[in-house]
């Protein structure tokens, strides 16, 4: 599937990032057909833009509505992530996990989708994943740390899941003012 149906709208320079409680969150996201669609590069720029001034460090299409497999990942220090590495963003489409370190590491996420809160997220410290850049060249890449997390976080948004499906303790949540607060505490 390339594009939505017909009746969808093509995607805007606004968008609103969807919710939890949004049936598309829940979806398995389509496979991209064609990388050089009009609609799909209209929304790899609306994606690119959404990451930016949602202080986000990563975003997938199904966060606006689209349930395509294409995902950004897009480090930098932000409000949100201050000790984020900084990288170009990078747009992956069609990903595919080829390799995962045994090695976990516990850490805090929070996503777009759901606002206010922060979990502690167990993730593959390294990960091996081969994508589709927007231009059609296909590319491997092996990502370590923070940016393996983003990767692991938006590539679930395209199997319908959430941070919060892989939280394994209520005890691990924490809202997003808390969470700031021992972050700001951690630093002084």
Same mark, same amino acid.
């Given at each position: 599937m390339?594009?939505?149906?017909?009746?969808?709208?093509?995607?805007?320079?606004?968008?609103?990032?969807?919710?939890?409680?949004?049936?598309?969150?829940?979806?398995?996201?389509?496979?991209?057909?064609s990388?050089?669609?009009?609609?799909?590069?209209?929304?790899?720029?609306?994606?690119l833009?959404?990451?930016?001034?949602?202080?986000?460090?990563?975003?997938?299409?199904p966060q606006?509505?689209?349930s395509?497999?294409i995902?950004v990942?897009a480090?930098?220090?932000?409000? *949100?992530?201050?000790?984020?590495?900084? @990288?170009?963003p990078?747009?992956l489409i069609?990903?595919?996990l080829v390799?995962?370190?045994?090695?976990?590491?516990?850490?805090w996420?929070?996503?777009?989708?759901?606002?206010?809160?922060?979990?502690?997220?167990p993730?593959?410290?390294?990960?091996?994943?081969?994508?589709?850049?927007?231009?059609?060249?296909?590319?491997?890449?092996?990502?370590?740390?923070?940016?393996?997390?983003?990767?692991?976080?938006?590539?679930?948004h395209?199997?319908?899941?959430?941070f919060l499906? *892989?939280?394994?303790?209520?005890?691990?949540?924490?809202?997003e003012?808390?969470?700031?607060? @021992?972050?700001?505490?951690?630093?002084?």
């Amino acid at each position: 599937m390339t594009t939505p149906e017909a009746s969808s709208p093509a995607p805007n320079s606004s968008p609103r990032v969807l919710t939890l409680g949004h049936p598309v969150l829940r979806q398995v996201a389509q496979p991209v057909d064609s990388v050089r669609d009009e609609f799909v590069q209209q929304l790899i720029d609306q994606l690119l833009t959404t990451v930016r001034t949602a202080n986000g460090v990563g975003i997938a299409a199904p966060q606006l509505g689209y349930s395509l497999r294409i995902l950004v990942i897009a480090s930098r220090p932000n409000l *949100r992530y201050p000790h984020a590495p900084l @990288m170009e963003p990078t747009v992956l489409i069609n990903p595919q996990l080829v390799a995962a370190s045994d090695e976990l590491e516990l850490s805090w996420e929070g996503c777009l989708s759901v606002p206010g809160v922060r979990g502690q997220v167990p993730r593959h410290q390294t990960v091996e994943v081969d994508y589709c850049d927007r231009h059609g060249q296909l590319h491997r890449q092996i990502w370590q740390g923070f940016v393996a997390r983003i990767f692991q976080h938006e590539a679930d948004h395209l199997e319908g899941k959430v941070f919060l499906d *892989r939280v394994q303790s209520e005890a691990d949540l924490l809202s997003e003012e808390a969470y700031q607060a @021992m972050a700001i505490a951690a630093l002084g």
